[in-house]
């Protein structure tokens, strides 16, 4: 590619992911705790309501406590 990493536009997009990740309640734990939170609790808040946006394997369902239904392909 031609574009440098320190490219105005490429700075502006890493801004903008980090303004979503930063704010209150759209990272599950908080920013801090993104890097750190165990990967079958990452999506719990699924099934709590807490959460909208996941993105996970097919096989994530296996990790929710049985009888578990989220939409309709779980």
């Known amino acids: 590619h031609e574009i440098p990493f320190d490219d105005p536009q490429v700075v502006e997009v890493g801004e903008f992911v980090m303004d979503i990740w930063s ?10 705790a993104a890097a750190s939170t165990p990967f079958a609790e990452s999506g719990l808040g699924i099934i709590e309501g807490d959460c909208m946006m996941h993105r996970q394997a097919n096989f994530y369902a296996a990790n929710w406590p049985e009888g578990i239904t989220v939409g309709s392909e779980s």
């Open 23 to 32: 704010a209150d309640g759209y990272v599950f734990g908080g920013l801090q």
